[in-house]
């Protein structure tokens, strides 16, 4: 089956294909950003480094172990979303920007730690061999996004979501409420790094060299920004921001020289005339019956959910 | 060799001290944290080297000429980037910050090329002064005298002049301030002069005393300085004078006990650690949350 969807693969253009993966990869980082910050509210500016631990991880456990890549996979989501809980539960005390920036804090340490780890082959980088998996690399990206928007759409819609907006909303009053606050945002954490542990374990293999200084402040600012363009706590909108980012900058490519500065400009552009996103505040179900001809039914926008 | 370190903690942590002042008026003011500010330190240190190699200006009328270039650059950002932010989420603003931060360093990049650049020798001219066993330069006693200089301007402008009780009325109700007459936008195009200004001279300060001045020295420097703001708590300015100084003499004798390689690291450890134990930093002050 492996050789087939291979060939399957070789029909389409090596250079969109490329972009095709790095959007699938984006898009399982910023499903998980999203149950952190969209969901929760908790501001983290340290997701890249939950990313880099997964990478290393991944990596590490191809060239040592050799396992099979599905569960290299689950194995590191499984250490990445330990490693969150880990951290999540002295810090996720602290609110807003104290967290915010705690979280900042903690990714500069990873990052200087795996530069200084023997294993990790210090500043120089890792080579990862490609991974072991008779499925071609894309479409194992792909799967994982897809099971990552089912499993994000199912907790948007649950009893554990609920308590996440309601945490998000007002924590004081969803702790009125009976809702363990410090219990759900490690779990919220935990699962938003596990997505984060294993989109890096993607990202190494795709990228087949990864270095610590890869995962840096920048590239945590750039999966926050996917979330906020697209939409803050809308999956529709991480994706939609997730590929717009990632594939922005292979567009930008014709101006070489300028293309740093144009994404800057347009951060900010986007922002001014569209500060809840580019898919903040529009509701999905609506806008398709609507495309159908069909008014919106109350009961089919029931459970939808309304942006902050 | 303690009172030497000490000495070279207290020198860099002053321009840590005075990239944090910028930080912590801007969050004070109106709760936001400025990303774009490790940029303005940078644009100030490359106005400075500007002026005294091209122009072979004196290097304190460079530092003035600089201070005030990001002052006005300071406003401007405020104004295109922040302003029409200001009713929309934090996260926005954020987000716009971030995009002006990297808008400014890759503008940096392209106009004057992505190698480190020197200050000339004549600069500055160095001497070693010692006293006891410690050797300190002239160029720390700038660094140290300059800083205590411009904080005490600042504590003077915050605490005994007019626009300075305005500035920490709207810091304290920013809707109440308006109420009571006082022109908020002008005290928050203010506060963004004021903060830029002392960043520049960090700026020119620091490309002096490492001798390098690059496009992407705003990152690091502003991550330290933002540390240092939070260390202190975030929207106090002498707990942004104390983080900054803290950061600095906890950085250098990391390094000078064999630790160099966790130098970005040391920081970000203090940070953390800090936090845990006072969620609000060491002179922040605790807000009660009401219901």
């Given at each position: 089956m492996g050789d087939t969807l291979q060939s399957l693969l070789g029909h389409i253009n090596p250079y969109l294909l490329q972009i095709i993966v790095n959007i699938g990869i984006g898009i399982v980082l910023a499903l998980g950003l999203n149950v952190i910050t969209?969901?929760?509210g908790q501001l983290s500016l340290g997701h890249a480094a939950f990313m880099s631990i997964g990478a290393f991880t991944s990596a590490l456990l191809t060239i040592k172990l050799g396992l099979p890549f599905s569960v290299n996979l689950l194995i590191t989501g499984v250490v990445s979303a330990g490693v969150g809980a880990l951290i999540g539960y002295p810090i996720l005390r602290l609110t807003g920007d104290y967290l915010a920036i705690c979280t900042l804090g903690f990714a500069e340490i990873v990052k200087v730690i795996f530069l200084n780890l023997e294993i990790t082959n210090k500043a120089f980088g890792l080579s990862v061999p490609p991974p072991k998996s008779s499925i071609p690399l894309p479409i194992m990206v792909w799967v994982v996004v897809i099971l990552a928007v089912v499993v994000v759409s199912f907790i948007h819609n649950s009893r554990f979501g609920r308590a996440l907006k309601a945490i998000r909303g007002d924590e004081i009053a969803a702790e009125a409420m009976g809702i363990n606050v410090a219990r759900y945002k490690v779990q919220s954490f935990a699962i938003g790094t596990f997505l984060a542990g294993v989109g890096g374990g993607l990202y190494a293999h795709f990228i087949s060299f990864i270095n610590p200084?890869?995962?840096?402040f920048l590239k945590s600012i750039d999966i926050l920004s996917m979330i906020v363009l697209g939409g803050l706590g809308s999956i529709p909108g991480s994706i939609i921001g997730a590929a717009v980012l990632s594939a922005a900058p292979e567009f930008l490519r014709f101006m070489a020289n300028y293309r740093m500065l144009v994404y800057g400009g347009l951060l900010v552009f986007m922002m001014i005339f569209r500060p809840n996103g580019l898919?903040?505040?529009?509701?999905f179900t609506e806008v398709f019956l609507k495309a159908l001809g069909r008014k919106p039914h109350m009961k089919e926008l029931k459970g939808k959910e309304e942006l902050p | 060799m303690l009172l030497q370190q000490l000495i070279n903690g207290i020198a860099l942590g002053s321009t840590y001290a005075l990239i944090a002042l910028g930080y912590t008026m801007v969050y004070g003011i109106i709760t936001l944290i400025n990303f774009a500010h490790g940029e303005i330190f940078m644009a100030g240190a490359f106005v400075g080297l500007l002026m005294v190699a091209?122009?072979?200006?004196n290097f304190f009328l460079a530092m003035l000429v600089a201070m005030i270039t990001c002052m006005v650059l300071g406003v401007v950002i405020e104004r295109i980037a922040y302003r029409p932010l200001r009713k929309s989420s934090r996260l926005s603003a954020l987000i716009s910050a971030i995009g002006v931060s990297i808008f400014l360093s890759s503008l940096a990049q392209m106009i004057f090329g992505a190698d480190a650049k020197g200050f000339p020798e004549t600069a500055f001219p160095v001497q070693q002064i010692h006293i006891g066993e410690a050797d300190i330069s002239t160029l720390q006693l700038l660094i140290i005298g300059v800083s205590a200089c411009l904080m005490l301007a600042l504590e003077f402008i915050v605490k005994k002049t007019k626009i300075g009780k305005a500035m920490r009325a709207t810091s304290e109700d920013y809707n109440t301030a308006a109420l009571m007459g006082i022109n908020v936008n002008m005290i928050i195009s203010f506060t963004f002069a004021l903060g830029s200004a002392l960043a520049a001279a960090g700026g020119v300060l620091v490309g002096l005393l490492f001798n390098a001045v690059s496009f992407n020295m705003g990152l690091m420097a502003g991550l330290k300085a933002f540390a240092a703001a939070v260390l202190g708590g975030i929207g106090s300015i002498p707990g942004a004078m104390l983080g900054g100084l803290l950061l600095g003499v906890t950085e250098v004798f990391g390094v000078a006990a064999g630790y160099s390689s966790y130098r970005d690291a040391i920081a970000f450890a203090i940070l953390v650690f800090v936090l845990m134990v006072k969620p609000t930093g060491l002179l922040g002050k605790k807000i009660q949350k009401k219901v």
């Open positions: 969209g969901l929760t200084s890869d995962f840096g898919m903040g505040g529009i509701n | 091209k122009f072979k200006m």
